[in-house]
């Protein structure tokens, strides 16, 4: 993905909201009714069955309309008919799961015949990954999480301009999705790690952080660079200051913590998942441009210039091209090489006209320069830009989501393929 | 930083980009003698002091002696640069009082003085250049709309250099009510910039969970002051104070002497007859 077309809307990002997303805190749940929880599951499996990938169907829609209480109960009773699927004699815990009721024998027997008949129609693996791509998709097309209630495994937090501004159940069917990925364990790995992979696009494209998402992603596929490179820009966007303000200000309850670290340890962090993935695919530029970024903002320039350098950016989109000339000014100037800088800065500004970072790193570069003409004019320049093209051509403000410009490109090719 | 936000964004932009008229406007630079000025406020008691003279203060310029120039007071037409935040938690009844309070300050300028106004969300845009028709300032402060995220690096950074355009006096008040999430310079660079400019800067925040850190040191390397505030509601009454601080203020100028040109110079300004001095603590040449 870091390598593929740009896409303008993605610059159009600006100001989506931050989604934070928490670590797990189990609580208590109410029992559930045993018939009706079988017959949900059975429910479950005849949606899995039915739904189109990547829509909003009817499908999607009654599955999503499930209370958290009962999803959480769904989702003991996925596992237990993933492995019946698999291994159709193995034996069920009838033992109850912390606050899930154990199965009654009649229940025991209405798994068993399930799952025969749905592995008997639709191949196990095909199944489990067919009801994960149900659950991502109901992640994706219904924002919707419900109030925060006692008993939610998870809570996110949204913020505006690094001000927590609401809490609500972060959604479970993200973790269900995973949790039928992991059943379907290695068969259906390639279309895990692409599904892992655009879901991740996904979720950074609409700034709806998940830690633990690209964690369990890198869990299964450690050897991948995409999701080391995707963690990387995790890392780097916790580093900045709305995820930092947020971190530090919102007020959860008790019980529950937020999955950011520190700027400098996000920042840390960044650099190792970037480099990372430049050991695993060399060639990935685009994660060259990113960890020469989060060098400099870890004060190193000298390190961030070399990165740079080595940087061939010629059949990049043009947006990476004015990233890289802008951090490599940015890195030049705090090296004191001076001419470097501003050809950098220069060549950014002739890649995108109508921005106005380029203008403003000339204007203080001229000014830390004691160049006091050269600072007006640039100053001048940047005062001349139209002011509706500004609005549209200025990749900086998108930075946080270019990484991401793909993400409805990957998920619908992955919807588009056969399920294997 | 909600979806709904993010529409407001993309309408706003289609609509801009739909326009067939592109606006630009132009700034006149002048040049500026090697002088070094400082604009000084002497209070007693919390009362400002009238009627010093040349020979009432004393300047030390790394600790070296200089020679007093010129001792103004309330002579120099000002330049009064507003640099207001525009972004989306600006909107609404924010954005009413915010231009309730510029047109205030507009209006308590002498017909010599010339304004300025700089807006910044994510873009930063000059509203009206140094003028002293204030017509043409309040007619840009009242098509501002508040959208988008926010680069007050950046524009304080505009409004600095708009303030070093000119010879005038420069008093830069910079508003905001947020988080610097989308400026392309950093701190430092304006901050550097502020400390080899005349510009006085002050600054209104409103309280948010993110410090005003940089408005802080913004004000204090120049010799300005920061007010933070809970609502919006004292808007009025506070730039309408901090105009009538600055014109207390004395513009004291020198021509150095005896010391190194280049680097941080560290100011010492004195009254023989004491009373309490502000003023910018240095600046870098």
């Known amino acids: ?420 | 930083m909600t979806r709904t936000r993010l529409g407001a964004v993309l309408v706003g932009s289609a609509l801009l980009a739909a326009s067939a008229v592109v606006r630009t406007q132009e700034v006149t630079f002048s040049s500026k003698v090697e002088v070094v000025r400082v604009d000084v406020l002497v209070t007693d008691k919390g009362q400002p002091v009238h009627g010093l003279g040349r020979s009432d203060f004393e300047i030390k310029d790394n600790g070296v002696d200089q020679q007093i120039d010129l001792v103004s007071f309330d002579q120099i037409p000002l330049n009064v640069i507003l640099a207001f935040d525009m972004s989306d938690s600006v909107a609404g009844d924010r954005l009413e009082r915010l231009r309730t309070a510029g047109d205030a300050i507009l209006g308590a300028l002498s017909t010599r003085d010339q304004s300025a106004l700089v807006t910044f969300s994510h873009a930063v845009r000059l509203g009206a250049p140094l003028t002293t028709d204030v017509s043409r300032v309040r007619t840009a402060l009242s098509r501002a709309t508040g959208t988008g995220s926010t680069s007050l690096i950046d524009g304080a950074y505009a409004g600095i250099q708009i303030g070093e355009s000119d010879a005038g006096r420069a008093l830069l008040i910079v508003f905001s009510d947020g988080l610097d999430t989308s400026s392309w310079l950093g701190a430092d660079k304006v901050l550097d910039a502020a400390k080899r400019s005349d510009v006085v800067a002050y600054a209104v925040a409103v309280r948010s969970p993110a410090k005003p850190e940089f408005l802080r040191d913004l004000t204090s390397f120049t010799g300005g002051r920061l007010f933070e505030v809970e609502k919006a509601e004292k808007l009025e009454a506070i730039f309408v104070s901090i105009l009538e601080e600055f014109r207390q203020r004395y513009l004291v100028s020198y021509t150095p002497r005896g010391v190194a040109r280049e680097g941080w110079h560290k100011l010492d300004v004195r009254v023989k007859r004491g009373g309490t001095i502000k003023a910018r603590p240095g600046y870098q040449s």
């Open chain 1, 1 to 420: 993905m870091p390598r593929s077309t740009s896409n303008s809307r993605a610059r159009r990002l600006v100001g989506a909201a931050a989604l934070l997303w928490l670590a797990y805190s189990v609580a208590a749940l109410a029992a559930d009714d045993p018939n009706a929880r079988v017959l949900r599951l059975e429910r479950w499996l005849k949606a899995t069955v039915r739904h189109e990938p990547g829509t909003r169907d009817d499908s999607s829609r009654e599955v999503a309309a499930w209370s958290y209480a009962d999803l959480r109960v769904l989702r003991f009773d996925e596992i237990v008919i993933a492995k019946l699927l698999h291994h159709p004699g193995a034996s069920i815990r009838v033992a109850s799961q912390r606050d899930i009721p154990a199965y009654t024998a009649w229940q025991v027997g209405r798994l068993r015949d399930l799952a025969e008949a749905y592995a008997t129609e639709n191949g196990h693996n095909r199944l489990l990954v067919r009801g994960a791509l149900l659950h991502g998709d109901i992640a994706m097309t219904n924002p919707a999480t419900g109030a925060l209630e006692s008993g939610n495994d998870g809570i996110r937090v949204q913020s505006i301009d690094g001000e927590a501004v609401g809490l609500d159940a972060s959604p479970i069917h993200w973790q269900m999705a995973r949790l039928l990925f992991d059943a379907a364990r290695p068969e259906s790995d390639a279309v895990a790690r692409r599904w892992y992979i655009a879901t991740a696009a996904w979720m950074q494209s609409r700034e709806q952080h998940d830690t633990t998402h690209l964690r369990h992603a890198r869990e299964m596929f450690p050897n991948d660079a995409v999701l080391q490179f995707l963690s990387g820009c995790q890392q780097e966007t916790y580093a900045g200051p709305e995820i930092q303000a947020t971190a530090k200000t919102a007020v959860l309850p008790a019980g529950y913590h937020l999955d950011i670290e520190s700027e400098s340890a996000a920042l840390r962090d960044a650099e190792t998942f970037l480099r990372r993935a430049l050991m695993l695919d060399p060639a990935m530029t685009e994660a060259r441009i990113r960890l020469g970024h989060v060098l400099l903002a870890r004060g190193r320039p000298q390190d961030a210039a070399e990165t740079l350098r080595a940087a061939d950016t010629a059949n990049e989109p043009t947006e990476l091209q004015y990233f890289h000339a802008m951090f490599l000014g940015q890195a030049e100037e705090s090296l004191g090489r001076v001419e470097q800088a501003r050809e950098s800065y220069t060549r950014a500004s002739t890649l995108f006209p109508r921005a106005q970072s380029p203008y403003l790193a000339l204007g203080a570069l001229a000014t830390r320069r004691g160049e006091r003409a050269t600072a007006l004019k640039e100053t001048q320049r940047l005062f001349d830009l139209p002011a509706a093209a500004v609005e549209i051509d200025e990749p900086w403000w998108s930075y946080r989501v270019m990484q991401a410009r793909n993400a409805d490109a990957l998920l619908a090719a992955l919807f588009s393929a056969p399920i294997q």
